[in-house]
């Protein structure tokens, strides 16, 4: 009963507090600070937010606490212009892993780079990363850069950047937190610091786990299997002399999942019942060395080595024999030195280059697959003066898998007036064809009996031995073009407006622009002997993306900010939007035989992306009294899920998932070093089994934290 | 209140004008209307092992498999793969055009073009191009605004649409049989308007 009656009074006091804005003296508080902080992840360099040419958000960790966040998916989701796409949960096999990924500028999870402390974060299944492996429970902040970004950070960083900034150890501190709600949901959380003169260590633990869900009772096995992960991290920073340093990080990630779920084996039969585990263990380490030369030349060099191993395994319920086993294992090696020169007081140089080495086993492909990446960046940003700067920059990538690539990047930053700050990039990004792309080798036994080939495991000649052999009975013509992948290419166009309209408001508004050509897509290349599809993979698509993110920020007063954003986003299938011209595009009519030519209006578009997005958040923080909190809405408009018409394009009624609002509250009550939270997330207890069967509903939780932190004078490592 | 009123009058003769050129023209086709449009349920082996299903425009009807080399059917059908009686496929005179259009708006057979099914692997209707596969669902959906204009075995015109794809309710792992339903207008008295 506490927290409800917590709650209630403090929306009471909110609503008091917003409508009679006190006089407020100074404005240091925990919000100020976050409205100009340092972000690294835009320039690969430390630059205030105000002075970014890219659109940058930097979500602080005063804010995800506020937001009672637990995992990255939760906090990203109510960011303005990202998408979390819903996993496919534990459905089918292999299926399990997927997870959220997240969409930037309506381009898919394939092409946003997760990163933590600047390192990318690997383990792509299906294209996804599982933002639901990164536990933000103690890091710093999470800043976020939309737009292409592959000058900077090669391959993936298409559509943008997400970088997760973990804790740096700063007192003497030890922390716990444990937090319950809903469906037997866990989470325990223990950190501790020390800090020394030259030295100072960070770790941290997480146990996150829940009995799973199943808001469907009618169809047997779980929505949500029940699952438990841990989290271990650590950081340890030596700093022998004032100009060199040594960063050593570690982490793990570990998690299992009980999977029981019907299967069919093809398209109606009966279905039986799979029981079995999967597995995810993920390791990551990485030092860091970083040598101040003098007052302007600074080398970092980074190492990084990253596992990710996926494992499944099922059995038959009945008799419990063999049903099915998956592994997925990848390693990734990286050698990376950047070096930052200040050049003649207007000029700052960042200059690098790096060796990456790719290697892929698994039960998908034949055999193990690997790729060795090297590359060079150079990036110049030149303030020419008070109000003007521009950043000039390129990153070249030489693989030995594909094609290699050049990608360029030119910003520009000019403050108009000290009120109005105009930013534009335009630059390139690209993907390099994935794994799964190049050597799939799959037959998908437990659905239809389908089988996948990546484009360089099959050719031609192949097929049409296979179908001497009478294992293919037939031939597409497409199938005569399966060729060797090329990477998949943006170009992207940002301007900015950033306006301050006093100290406590700002507003901006972000025009973009993604050309993206050279889309891989599945094709079916011929039909097997049991009637089931051959896919394969073909650069044909080209697309675009663009749209307008307005937002704003308002200190009400130093106890009340207010966040706001909107994203209207329009996408379209370049070759889709030609027979819409050529008036060769058709659409049947719901529950009707009419067919009618559709019109550039009719078609809604890529998949899965919605047109009108926005946030609203208020965060609360009284730090004499100890009260604080958050309230926080969320609305995603409708998105097309799949085409049931059968013309391959959104444009019937009946293909969208409907749009949706989501309610978020928390109230925090700190007494000393104690913290106690409640809060209910999705308190309008939204539901969507079909298109979101990850989502359970509504889910009220308590938090209790405890810390002891022995205060230092600050002197920053 | 001149310059007002011009336009209006305009628009109104224009209106009647084409209420009237409409209604003539709607008069006219029905006058010699000689056809309608029919439906049928067309059930097609769900395997590439079994035999065609064959249809008869003339007939309305499906055509026993034991008539596959006689002139008494139209098309067939097993899958998704299509034969047209003719040259490799059987002794009749059939073709096929497969055209993007509204069924409805297709007043007319073309006079040539048709294709045949010229060797046992170069047929006339080339698989996967007439509808799209859902591989999460397995259901086939044919494409909207895709028109089969046919030249019957026996030298008439016939235009058909396929409307749906069905899987007949089945035990065991693999459907047996998937249902087309199929709307079409045959010609019978060998002209080339619907």
Redesign the interface.
């Known amino acids: 009963m506490q927290p409800v009656l917590n709650m209630k009074y403090c929306i009471a006091l909110l609503t008091v507090y917003f409508f009679c804005s006190s006089v407020f003296s100074q404005m240091d508080t925990v919000f100020v600070k976050q409205l100009d902080a340092v972000i690294v992840t835009a320039t690969r360099s430390e630059r205030k937010l105000s002075n970014v040419a890219v659109p940058a958000q930097l979500i602080s960790d005063k804010i995800i606490q506020q937001s009672g966040s637990v995992r990255l998916n939760d906090i990203l989701q109510e960011q303005t212009g990202l998408f979390i796409t819903s996993g496919s949960s534990s459905n089918s096999p292999g299926g399990g892993a997927f997870g959220n990924g997240v969409q930037i500028q309506g381009l898919s999870p394939d092409y946003t780079m997760i990163l933590i402390d600047g390192e990318p974060v690997i383990g792509r299944e299906g294209g996804v990363i599982d933002l639901a492996r990164i536990a933000v429970g103690d890091i710093k902040g999470i800043e976020i850069v939309k737009g292409p970004s592959s000058s900077l950070y090669g391959s993936e960083a298409m559509g943008g950047v997400v970088n997760i900034i973990t804790q740096q150890p700063q007192s003497d501190r030890i922390s716990t937190c444990f937090r319950y709600g809903r469906f037997s949901m866990a989470d325990a959380n223990l950190a501790a610091s020390v800090k020394k003169k030259k030295w100072g260590l960070q770790v941290f633990g997480n146990r996150n786990s829940s009995n799973g869900f199943d808001p469907d009772k009618s169809i047997s096995g779980y929505a949500v299997d029940p699952f438990v992960n841990y989290t271990m991290q650590s950081k340890l920073i030596f700093q022998p002399t004032n100009k060199t340093k040594l960063i050593v990080s570690g982490r793990y990630y570990g998690s299992t999942q009980d999977n029981f779920y019907p299967v069919t084996?093809?398209?109606?039969?009966?279905a039986f019942h799979v029981a079995g585990h999967s597995r995810i263990r993920e390791i990551n380490l990485n030092p860091v060395f970083v040598q101040q030369f003098n007052q302007d030349i600074r080398s970092t060099l980074r190492l990084y080595f990253s596992r990710y191993h996926y494992e499944q395994g099922l059995h038959r319920e009945t008799d419990r024999s063999f049903y099915y086993y998956d592994l997925f294992q990848q390693d990734y090696l990286r050698a990376e030195d950047q070096t930052d020169w200040k050049w003649q007081r207007k000029n700052s140089l960042n200059a690098g280059g790096g060796i990456a080495a790719d290697i892929l086993n698994t039960t998908r492909y034949k055999g193990k697959k690997s790729d060795v990446i090297r590359y060079l960046f150079l990036q110049n940003e030149w303030r020419a003066n008070e109000q003007l700067t521009v950043i000039g920059g390129a990153r070249y990538d030489n693989n030995s898998a594909y094609q290699a690539r050049l990608s360029p990047k030119i910003a520009l930053s000019y403050k108009a007036t000290g009120k109005l700050r105009i930013n534009a990039s335009y630059g390139s990004g690209f993907k390099a064809p994935d794994f799964r792309q190049q050597y799939l080798n799959f037959t998908n036994d437990a659905?239809?009996g389908?089988l996948i080939y990546g484009a360089s495991e099959i050719t031609i000649q192949q097929l049409l031995q296979q179908q001497q052999q009478g294992l293919i009975?037939?031939i597409?013509?497409v199938a005569y073009h399966v060729t060797r992948l090329k990477p998949e290419i943006s170009k992207g166009l940002n301007v900015e407006f950033h306006f301050d309209v006093n100290k406590r408001l700002n507003i901006s508004a972000n025009i973009f622009r993604n050309d993206i050509n050279n889309l891989i897509q599945y094709e079916?290349i011929a039909?097997r002997?049991?009637?089931a599809?051959v896919?394969s993979y073909f650069n044909i698509d080209r697309a675009f993306t663009e749209g307008i993110a307005p937002q704003f920020q308002f200190l009400v007063n130093k106890k009340i900010l207010i966040q706001g954003g909107y994203q209207y986003l329009i996408t379209a299938d370049k070759e889709v939007l030609k027979e819409i011209k050529e008036?060769?595009?058709?659409?049947?009519k719901l529950n009707s035989?009419q067919?009618?030519?559709i019109k550039r209006s009719d078609y809604a578009g890529l998949p899965n992306r919605s047109a009108h997005m926005a946030n609203l958040k208020l965060f609360y923080d009284d730090e004499p009294s100890g009260w604080s909190g958050s309230f926080r809405a969320v609305y995603r408009s409708r998105w097309g899920t799949?085409?049931?018409?059968?013309?391959?394009i959104i444009n019937r009624s009946d293909e969208f998932a409907p749009g949706y609002l989501q309610l978020n509250i928390s109230v925090i009550k700190k007494i000393k070093t104690l913290r106690i939270q409640a809060g209910i997330d999705n308190l309008l207890n939204y539901r969507d089994t079909v298109n979101l069967p990850d989502q359970p509903g509504i889910q009220p939780y308590i938090s209790i934290s405890y810390s002891l932190i022995k205060k230092h004078k600050q002197n920053q490592l | 209140m001149k310059t007002k009123f011009i336009p209006l009058l305009m628009i109104f003769t224009a209106a009647s004008g084409l209420l009237f050129f409409s209604s003539c023209k709607k008069d006219n086709s029905s006058a010699v209307k000689t056809t309608n449009v029919d439906t049928a349920v067309l059930a097609v082996n769900f395997s590439s092992n079994s035999p065609f299903a064959f249809f008869s425009f003339k007939n309305k009807t499906v055509v026993n498999n034991s008539d596959s080399a006689t002139g008494k059917w139209d098309f067939g059908l097993r899958l998704t793969t299509f034969l047209v009686n003719s040259n490799a496929s059987g002794p009749g005179n059939a073709g096929v055009i497969l055209q993007n259009g509204i069924f409805d708006n297709i007043t007319s057979a073309p006079a040539s073009g048709y294709a045949y099914d010229t060797a046992a692997g170069h047929l006339a209707i080339t698989d996967g191009t007439w509808y799209s596969y859902n591989m999460n669902t397995h259901s086939f959906l044919p494409n909207p605004g895709k028109v089969f204009i046919f030249r019957t075995a026996d030298n008439h015109y016939a235009k058909m649409e396929i409307l749906e794809a069905v899987y007949e309710p089945f035990t065991g792992p693999v459907p047996k049989i998937i249902n087309y339903k199929l709307r079409f207008v045959y010609q019978p008295n060998g002209t080339l308007n619907f």
Do not use: H
């Open positions: 084996d093809s398209i109606a039969s009966p659905a239809g389908y009975t037939a597409l013509p079916i039909y002997s049991n009637n599809p896919y008036g060769i595009l058709y659409a049947r035989n067919v009618y030519k799949t085409d049931k018409d059968g013309n391959g």
